[in-house]
Every structure is written in structure tokens, then in C-alpha cells.
């Protein structure tokens, strides 16, 4: 089992930029591909970003892409999404969730049985 905290949420104006992180402990953190979710009120939670083990594979959600940045560093066991050009419609609870490796990584919540307990990131207009 990996265990998974996320960091660096906050209130940012429209245009901004934030940084979060997502600290994993447990199993070995490079056997996973991860994930970034996120969940506004009201809505389902909707797939963000992913990440292969090695970093090599990045994806991103349409509307996100040009404006977030996932990136991992198996050395600190973190992984991180970069988010700059803020929306208020990116307004949302994000989670990071890690997929075991034995398979391509997914966009689906299904595929991630481990999950962080989320940061709100809340962008102003």
C-alpha cells in the first residue's frame, strides 16, 4: 500500500500560478504511475493529469493542457503539477492518486486504488 499527501494548494487570482505536491510513502514510489484528479462542488471528480513510472509519458485533461505541468522526482518519492494561467473554473478539491505500474497508466478513477486526501485550490476572478 502507498500512502499519498498533497501540499501547495491555495487562493490565487485569475492568471496565477500554484504548485502543488504530493508526497507519497510506503511501497516503492517508481513502481507506480500517478495521477492528478480533481473534484469541484457539485461535480464528479475529473481526471487532471498522469504520469508514467519513469516520467517519460505525460497526459493531460483538454482543459488543462498548455497550462499544467505534471512532473515526478522518484528520488523525493513526489510528485508534482504545476499549474500557471489559472482559471476560476479550475476552482476544485485536487487529489493525486497512484496506479500500480503493471499496466498502462489510465485516465480513469477506477484504475487508481490509492488516493490523497486533497488540497482546495481556489482561484478568484
Known amino acids: 500500500q502507498v500512502q499519498l499527501v498533497e501540499s501547495g494548494g491555495g487562493l490565487v487570482q485569475a492568471g496565477g500560478s500554484l504548485r502543488l505536491s504530493c508526497a507519497a510513502s510506503?511501497?516503492?514510489?517508481?513502481?507506480?504511475?500517478m495521477g492528478w484528479f480533481r473534484q469541484a462542488p457539485g461535480k464528479e471528480r475529473e481526471f487532471v493529469a498522469r504520469?508514467?513510472?519513469?516520467?517519460?509519458?505525460?497526459y493531460y485533461a483538454d482543459s488543462v493542457k498548455g497550462r499544467f505541468t505534471i512532473s515526478r522526482d522518484n528520488s523525493k518519492n513526489t510528485v508534482y503539477l504545476q499549474m500557471n494561467s489559472l482559471k476560476p473554473e479550475d476552482t476544485a478539491v485536487y487529489y493525486c492518486?497512484?496506479?500500480?505500474?503493471?499496466?498502462?497508466?489510465?485516465?480513469?478513477?477506477?484504475?487508481?486504488?490509492?488516493w490523497g486526501r486533497g488540497t482546495q485550490v481556489t482561484v478568484s476572478s
Open positions: 504520469i508514467s513510472v519513469s516520467g517519460s509519458r505525460t
Open positions: 492518486a497512484a496506479q500500480l505500474g503493471v499496466s498502462l497508466s489510465s485516465s480513469s478513477r477506477d484504475a487508481y486504488p490509492y
Open positions: 510506503g511501497r516503492t514510489f517508481s513502481a507506480y504511475h
